[in-house]
């Protein structure tokens, strides 16, 4: 027999956001560009249960994402807003803060949204944390504990008494999954876990996003595994792993970028290795090498994203190289100011 979940946060949502669901008719959901597990499964998360409570709801997605999690999308009502929002009373950032994060199009959005005579409320939910030039807005849900953004949905949700549908459910579930690799990483909190209990106990299946996160994976996607550890290389005494992606890779295993997700995990996987990179560039040009980093122990990944203009977790971060044109290119701009946050992981 089902039990009824417990509330895995306190109560620390303002209740002005709260107020703002409870009114809202017409809704658009924007998770950031090219949306990894935690931004897609929060915001599947979040459309299934305003779907639920009869709200009308688009979901607005830009750039690519795995294959593995396309089976979030079954059933949701995706649009292109482009730069022009449809007709809507209630804005939602999910797994972000900033417009500049919805990828090609996002400033110009973020521009007619500033010139409508009566411009909807924006709510962001999102738990990387903030630079010091940045402060949060009128309506900003942020808590950098948490462990994922998919976390804080089903916090908020909770307050507000709403239980999404099983979908949503096992979407939140690959929400926390993926940010916190499959519950093993030093964000797996205690609330973590038990906000995984309380969306199990409300009919979420882990079985299913078991699944789908290590079964069905694309012939080319092991391709592409296969040449980006040929690229690998230590540094620092064997403290920093390196990998590349580059468009000639690409090319000849027919795969996406989005096919690259998680493989920066395989370089934390090695003994000895402090920090772990992975340089992925599609061929567009400077300022679109985007290097991720994940650190181990006390390394500061966070640390080193800021200074090229990032940021993130501090274990997990990322930034695009703003001077580089290709992966070599990043690579070198990494070695040489990566050094002092590998040696002070490991004192």
């Not at 999690?69 to 730069?83: H, S, V």
């Not at 948490?146 to 008494?161: D, K, P, Q, Y």
């Not at 409300?202 to 690229?231: H, T, W």
Request: net charge negative; glycine share 10%; charged share 20%.
């Amino acid at each position: 027999m089902m039990t009824d979940p417990v509330v895995a946060r306190p109560a620390t949502v303002p209740s002005t956001i709260l107020d703002l669901f409870r009114r809202a008719e017409r809704v658009l959901v924007f998770p950031h560009h090219n949306p990894d597990g935690d931004a897609l499964g929060s915001a599947a998360g979040l459309v299934h249960a305003l779907t639920a409570q009869g709200r009308t709801v688009g979901l607005h997605l830009r750039g690519s994402w795995a294959d593995h999690l396309g089976f979030l999308l079954k059933g949701l009502p995706l649009i292109d807003a482009g730069a022009e929002f449809p007709d809507a009373d209630l804005l939602v950032l999910l797994d972000c803060h900033s417009f500049d994060r919805l990828g090609p199009g996002g400033r110009a959005a973020a521009a007619h949204l500033a010139k409508l005579p009566s411009r909807p409320p924006l709510v962001v939910i999102d738990h990387h944390l903030l630079t010091e030039e940045e402060a949060p807005g009128e309506h900003w849900l942020m808590d950098s504990r948490a462990s994922s953004t998919g976390e804080l949905v089903w916090s908020f949700l909770r307050e507000l008494g709403w239980t999404p549908p099983t979908e949503g459910l096992t979407a939140l579930l690959m929400a926390m999954a993926s940010d916190t690799g499959f519950f093993s990483q030093t964000n797996t909190t205690p609330e973590a876990l038990r906000a995984a209990a309380d969306l199990v106990a409300a009919g979420g299946s882990l079985e299913e996003v078991n699944r789908r996160l290590r079964q069905g994976q694309p012939f080319r996607r092991l391709k592409l595994m296969g040449l980006a550890l040929d690229s690998l290389e230590l540094h620092f005494g064997g403290a920093l792993a390196t990998m590349l992606i580059t468009p000639d890779m690409l090319k000849r295993t027919g795969a996406v970028m989005a096919d690259t997700e998680d493989f920066v995990e395989l370089g934390r996987s090695l003994a000895g290795v402090r920090l772990a990179v992975l340089i992925k560039d599609a061929g567009q040009g400077p300022n679109t090498i985007r290097v991720s980093l994940r650190g181990v122990g006390r390394v500061d990944a966070q640390g080193l994203a800021r200074l090229f203009g990032g940021g993130g977790h501090r274990q997990a971060s990322a930034y695009n190289d703003p001077a580089a044109g290709n992966a070599a290119e990043a690579l070198a701009n990494l070695l040489a100011r990566a050094e002092k946050f590998v040696q002070a992981g490991g004192e």
